[in-house]
C-alpha cells in the first residue's frame, strides 16, 4: 500500500511538473493561474486533470477543440511515479516491520525535491535548449540545505562548496575558452548544483556519467543522421541524468571501478 500511495503520489507531481514546464515557457504564474488547453485557452474541469487516466479518457485530445495532447503528459506523470517508487525503495527499509522512521521521511522528502528540480531542468532543456535561473537557483540553495540539515558540520559545507565549485569551474572554464559556443551559462549553474547535490566526491561520477550518456546520445542520433557533426544538443539533460543516478549509486561505481583497476 506504501508503494502504491508513493506511485500516486509520482504521477500527481508529474502532472505538476507538466503544467509548471507549459507555464515556465509561456511566463505565466504556476501558482494562481488555472489550468487549460494549450490550444483553446479553455479551462479544464477537474475530472480533465487525474493523471494519466484523463489522457486516455479523452483519447489524447482536448474535449472541446479536439486538437492532440501532446504524449509528455502521460510519459512524465508515469516516469516520475516510477521514481518516486524507486528513491522509496533506496530510502525507506521496507522489510523492516516499523514504520518509516523520521530520518526516512525527511530523507525522502528531499530527495522528492531535488528529484522534481531535476526533472524539470532535465525536461526544459530537452524541449527549449534552455535552463532557467529561476529553477537552477533555488535548488541549489534547496540543496545546500537539504545536505546541511542531514550533516550540520564545517566540513561537509566545505565538502559541498568544493564539489561546486569545481563542477561549476569546469563548466566556467569551457564557456571562457569557447566564448560560449561549447556550452551555455546554464550549464554552469548547474554544475554547482550537481556538486551541492551530490557532494564530492561523488559529482566527479555525475559528470563523468552525463558525458558518456551524452556521448552515447550524440553518437546514436548521428547514426539516424539526426544530428550531424557540431549540431548543438541539450546537454543540461544528460547533466540531470547523471546527478540522479550518481545521486543513489555514486558508491557502488566508485568501488566497481576502482575493483576494475585492480
Not at 504524449?71 to 521496507?94: A, C, H, N, R, S
Amino acid at each position: 500500500m506504501g508503494i502504491f500511495f508513493i506511485f500516486i503520489l509520482g504521477l500527481i507531481f508529474g502532472s505538476f511538473i507538466n503544467a509548471m514546464i507549459y507555464r515556465l515557457h509561456i511566463e505565466k504564474s504556476f501558482v494562481w493561474s488555472r489550468s487549460m488547453c494549450p490550444w483553446c485557452k479553455h479551462g479544464l474541469i477537474w475530472y480533465e486533470l487525474i493523471p494519466v487516466f484523463s489522457f486516455f479518457y479523452q483519447k489524447g485530445k482536448c474535449n472541446y477543440c479536439h486538437k492532440k495532447i501532446s504524449w509528455q503528459y502521460p510519459i512524465v506523470e508515469l516516469v516520475v511515479g516510477l521514481i518516486f517508487i524507486i528513491i522509496y525503495l533506496q530510502v525507506v527499509d521496507i522489510n523492516s516491520l516499523a514504520v518509516v522512521t523520521t530520518n526516512e521521511f525527511i530523507n525522502v522528502i528531499g530527495y522528492f525535491i531535488i528529484v522534481i528540480f531535476l526533472i524539470i531542468i532535465f525536461i526544459y532543456d530537452l524541449k527549449f535548449y534552455l535552463i532557467l535561473d529561476k529553477i537552477s537557483v533555488p535548488a541549489m540553495a534547496f540543496a545546500i540545505i537539504w545536505n546541511l540539515s542531514k550533516d550540520f558540520s564545517l566540513s561537509n559545507l566545505v565538502n559541498l562548496l568544493v564539489a561546486g565549485l569545481v563542477a561549476g569551474g569546469f563548466f566556467l572554464l569551457q564557456y571562457v575558452v569557447s566564448k560560449g559556443k561549447w556550452i551555455g551559462g546554464g550549464d554552469i549553474r548547474l554544475g554547482f548544483l550537481m556538486g551541492f547535490v551530490l557532494g564530492w566526491p561523488n559529482v566527479i561520477v555525475g559528470l563523468m556519467l552525463s558525458y558518456f550518456i551524452g556521448a552515447f546520445f550524440s553518437i546514436f542520433m548521428l547514426f539516424l543522421k539526426k544530428k550531424k557533426w557540431g549540431s548543438k544538443i541539450p546537454f543540461g539533460t544528460f547533466l540531470t541524468i547523471g546527478t540522479f543516478i550518481a545521486l543513489f549509486w555514486s558508491k557502488q561505481l566508485i568501488i566497481w571501478y576502482l575493483n576494475w583497476l585492480s
